[in-house]
């Protein structure tokens, strides 16, 4: 069993930044980073498997980071350029493969509120 504990969700306007965390009883060899806007499917937005190799959706490129420290096993993700299209649940995955499909990931955390304000 993986425990997984998100934070840092928050209210920004449009160009703020925030950073998540997610705070993982252990990893697996794929961390990721999901969200879920009201009425909509839960997309993938970035992960990082057990090498270091980075994948990001599109809609966030070159403005958020994931990134992992592992001595104190946390994932994070740090947002920058926040548009109100970012607005959403934020979720923290765990997996045994990399994929930006719900597919692979067995374990989820409970979810961070990111609002974001035009």
């Known amino acids: 069993q993986v425990q997984l504990v998100e934070s840092g969700g928050g209210s920004v306007q449009a160009g703020g930044s925030l950073r998540l965390s997610c705070v993982a009883s252990k990893y697996t060899y794929c961390m990721a980073w999901f969200r879920q806007a009201a009425g909509q499917e839960r997309e993938g937005v970035a992960n990082i498997d057990g090498y270091g190799m980075r994948t990001y959706t599109d809609s966030v490129k070159g403005r958020f980071t994931i990134s992992k420290d592992s001595a104190k096993n946390t994932l994070y993700l740090l947002m920058n350029s926040l548009k109100p299209e970012d607005t959403a649940m934020y979720y923290c995955?765990?997996?045994?493969?990399?994929?930006?499909?719900?597919?692979?990931?067995?374990?989820w955390g409970q979810g961070t509120q990111v609002t974001v304000s035009s």
């Open positions: 995955a765990a997996g045994r493969y990399c994929s930006l499909g719900t597919r692979p990931y067995n374990y």
